[in-house]
C-alpha cells in the first residue's frame, strides 16, 4: 500500500524552499500518515533532491501532516535549470512511498 491509496497531496514553492501537504482521505488513516511521514523519511525520499533540513508539522484537525523543505528548487524557480522540478512535482512524488515498508 502507498500514501496515494489513503491520501492526497498538495505542493508549493517559493524561492528555494518548497512546502508539501499530505491530507488523509479519511480521518481514521491520519495516524499511519503521521507515524510514517516522519521529517527524516521525507528527507531520504528526497534525497539528492532536498539539500537543507526538512520541518515537519502535524496538523491532526486537518487530518495532514505538513513539510517544509528548504533547499530543495536548485536555487529557486527562477534560478533552476530544472524543467518543472519545482513544488508540484515533489508532491506527486510522495505519494509513491510505502505505507507497509516501514524503516
Known amino acids: ?42 528527507q531520504a525520499h528526497y534525497q539528492g533532491i532536498v539539500r537543507g533540513p526538512v520541518q515537519r508539522y502535524t496538523l491532526p484537525h486537518l487530518g495532514a501532516v505538513h513539510f517544509v523543505m528548504n533547499e530543495a528548487l536548485g536555487g529557486g524557480v527562477t534560478r533552476s535549470l530544472a524543467l518543472d522540478a519545482h513544488g508540484k512535482t515533489l508532491g506527486f512524488a510522495i505519494l509513491d512511498v510505502g505505507l507497509d515498508d516501514l524503516p
Open 1 to 42: 500500500m502507498k500514501v496515494r491509496d489513503i491520501a492526497l497531496a498538495r505542493s508549493g514553492d517559493k524561492g528555494n524552499r518548497a512546502t508539501l501537504s499530505v491530507i488523509a482521505r479519511d480521518p481514521k488513516d491520519y495516524p499511519l500518515l503521521e507515524r510514517v511521514l516522519t521529517a527524516e523519511r521525507v
